[in-house]
């Protein structure tokens, strides 16, 4: 199970954002592994896209979408959930990252009940703060290299996947013509 490779995220956000629908997010925690397919993505630009947190300046929050791509983007929200983000943008551009909203739950899901404090699978990880909670994603996963089997990483998933489709971001005000959150039914 390999990671997958920098060059993979050295494309363009929304090429990146359907791209990362059908692979597999790992999370290993001791001796322990936890994995979904990723099956919910939003891709937030830089100077075109007043929704995302590069849109203005880099700030030491979101300094991780200017930086290398293929690492992770960590940050808190509303005083209370993680968010989960895969950096990713062509050399054209400044700063780019995806959100990565949904994922089927693999293996581990066991420990991912655990961690949400649930005990059936339903609504396990259909959100952002669901996703970092199930899979213990927090503030010192920011910056992980993804590329590298470490504690989080990407690898290839599904052999075939289904029909993508793009609807508008979710619980942003501004941008919302950008039909630029993508999923697909497993």
């Known amino acids: 199970m390999n990671s997958l490779p920098r060059s993979f995220y050295a494309r363009s956000t929304i090429t990146v954002a359907k791209g990362l629908l059908g692979k597999r997010v790992v999370r290993k925690i001791g001796s322990q592994r936890i994995?979904?397919?990723?099956?919910?993505?939003?891709?937030?630009?830089?100077?075109?896209?007043?929704?995302?947190?590069?849109?203005?300046?880099?700030?030491?929050?979101?300094?991780?979408?200017?930086?290398?791509?293929?690492?992770?983007?960590?940050?808190?929200?509303?005083?209370?959930?993680?968010?989960?983000?895969?950096?990713?943008?062509?050399?054209?551009?400044?700063?780019?990252?995806?959100?990565?909203?949904?994922?089927?739950?693999?293996?581990?899901?066991?420990?991912?009940?655990?961690n949400r404090g649930k005990n059936n699978e339903r609504n396990l990880t259909d959100g952002p703060g669901k996703l970092t909670q199930a899979l213990d994603i927090t503030k010192k996963q920011y910056g992980v290299d993804l590329t590298r089997n470490s504690e989080l990483f990407i690898t290839d998933g599904l052999l075939k996947r289904g029909k993508i489709i793009a609807a508008p971001r979710i619980g942003i005000k501004t941008a919302l013509d950008n039909l630029w959150n993508f999923k697909i039914l497993l």
């Open 35 to 114: 994995s979904g397919i990723i099956i919910e993505t939003e891709a937030y630009l830089h100077k075109d896209d007043p929704a995302s947190h590069a849109f203005r300046r880099k700030t030491e929050r979101n300094k991780a979408m200017f930086e290398e791509v293929g690492r992770a983007y960590v940050y808190f929200t509303y005083g209370m959930y993680f968010c989960f983000n895969v950096v990713a943008r062509n050399s054209k551009v400044e700063a780019g990252a995806v959100l990565i909203r949904n994922i089927h739950p693999e293996k581990g899901i066991d420990i991912m009940k655990k």
